[in-house]
C-alpha cells in the first residue's frame, strides 16, 4: 500500500465537487445559541473553497438546536410538532446567519430544505439537481436542510449524514466533509488515560470499524459517530472520499484540501457507480424484498447476471413493477443487492421458483425474462 499521505493527495487532487456537512454541535455555542463567531469563520472558509475552484454545497444541520436556543428550551424536545414547530423557528434563524456571512465575501446564501420523496420522485431529483447547479453559477453557496418542518418518519432522512451522502450522489461529487465536534474516528474509546488516537485512513467501514462508533451525540443533534460511519459507507461505495473532521479546528476545510493529514479519510472504492446506479442503491428507499438462493446470490454477485424467477424463495412486501426492492439472502439474510423489479410482488409470488420458460405458463403472459434486469441493479456488497 502507498503512504498514507500520497494516497491522501492522490484522491484528494481530484476533487473539483465538494459537499460539507456541518453539525448541530460545531454550530452552537454551549447553552444552544447559533455560535456567529463559528458560523462566520466556517463561511470565509467555505468562501475560499469556492475561491480556490471548487463547487462547494453546504449541509447543515442546527434549526432545531438554533430553535431551542432562541427559544430557550434545554432538552431537546420529543413530540413531532414540538421538534417541527422549534425547526421552523431555527431553520430561519441559521439561514439568515448564514446569508449575513456570506454576504461579507459577496455571496448568498440559498436554502434548499429536501425531504426524502425529494430524492424518490426521479423528476424532482434531477430538477433539484438542475437548480444547484445553476446557483453554483450565481455567486450563490446552496444551503440544504431537511425540510424538518414537514417531515414525518416515512418520508424523513432521519439524520444529515445521512442527507449528505445522498447530496452526494445527487451531484456526482468527490468529497464528502463531515464537519463534526470530534476530530475523526478514535481508535478506542477516548478518555484522558486511554491514550485513543485518530485512525488516519479508513479503507473499509467493515464491523470492526463499526464498532468504533462510540456514543458521541450531542444534546442538540441528531447522529453520532455511528450515523457518520453508515453515511461514509455509503459514498466510499459509490466511488467518492469522504474526510471526517472537527468543525472548530482553525482552517480545517483548507487543511482536508490540502492534503493536511487532519481527520479521518475513508477511501473511495475503486469502481464509481453511475448517477444512476448512486439513485438505485443508495438513494431510493426499497418498498419491499426478495429472498434468493446461494445459486442466485452467487451468480448476481459473482458473475454479474440478472435475477431471475428461478433463483427466488421468498416476497416480502406490496410493490408494483418499477419499484425498487432490496435483494436478500434466503434465511432472514441481510440486504446484498438492490433493483427496480420488472415484476409485482404478486406476480413474483405466482413465478418464484419457476424457470424463466414457464413464466408464460404460470402468469398468462410474460413481460420480462428477468425479475430484476443486470443494468437495473446494484450488488451493496465490496
Ligand atoms: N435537520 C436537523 C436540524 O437542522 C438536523 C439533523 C441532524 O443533525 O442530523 O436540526
Redesign the pocket.
Known sequence: MKPKDEIRSQILSKVKKIVIKI??GVLTTDNGYLDKEQIRGLAEQVVELKKMGYCVVVV????????MGELGIGKRPTTLPELQAV?AI??SK?ISMYDACFKLHGYHAAQILLTREDFEDRQRYLNTCNTIHTLFQLNAIPVV??N?TISVDEIA???????SAMVMNLLNAELLIILSSVDGLYDRYPTAKSKAVIIPVVEDVSDEIRQLAFNTKTQ????GMQ?KLEAASAVIKAGEAVVIANGRVGKVLRRVVRCENIGTLFLPKKKRLTSRKRWIGYTLKPKGKVYVDDGAMNALVEKGKSLLATGIVTVVGTFQKGDIISICKKGGGMIFAKGLTNYSSGEIDKIKGHSTSAIGKVLGYKLYDEVIHRDNMVILLD
Not at 447543515?60 to 430553535?67: C, F, K, L, M
Not at 432522512?157 to 442527507?163: C, E
Not at 442538540?220 to 447522529?223: D, E, I, N, S, Y
Request: aromatic letters at 4%; hydrophobic letters at 30%.
Open positions: 453539525g448541530t447543515s444541520s442546527g434549526a432545531i438546536g438554533s430553535g425547526a431555527g431553520q441559521l436542510n431537511e424538518d432522512f432521519g439524520d444529515n449524514d445521512a442527507l442538540r443533534g441528531v447522529g450515523t
